[in-house]
């Protein structure tokens, strides 16, 4: 069982960054596959970012790609997402999620454990 709590969401303006983290509690975090969403109003849930439960791969979405870096801090129990140069398109709410199954970066099976999320909101 993870549990997930986000924080370091608000108010940016454009071209302005914001560093987000997700703190995890259960024993099993160092061990699985940590993920980056976000859903915009009126838009499906998109994934953002993935890191491997070791941070030795990860992977971005491409309208994120040079601007957001996921990390992880295992002894932390933390996994972060740096955001730079946001601009108006980033408005959204973030979310992070675990999975327990996984090859790398990318997640085999459903992310099964998600945080309640936070508001990123970037204005122009």
Known sequence: QVQLVESGGGLVQAGGSLRLSCAASGRTFSRVLMG?????????RQIVASIAWNGGSTSYSDSVKGRFTISRDNAKNTVYLQMSSLSPEDTAVYYCA???MSSG?????????WG?????????
């Open 116 to 124: 309640q999320g936070t508001q990123v909101t970037v204005s122009s």
């Open 36 to 44: 980056w969403f976000r859903q915009a109003p009126g838009k499906e």
């Open 98 to 100: 675990a999975c327990s």
């Open 105 to 113: 970066a990318v997640c085999l099976r459903s992310y099964s454990y």
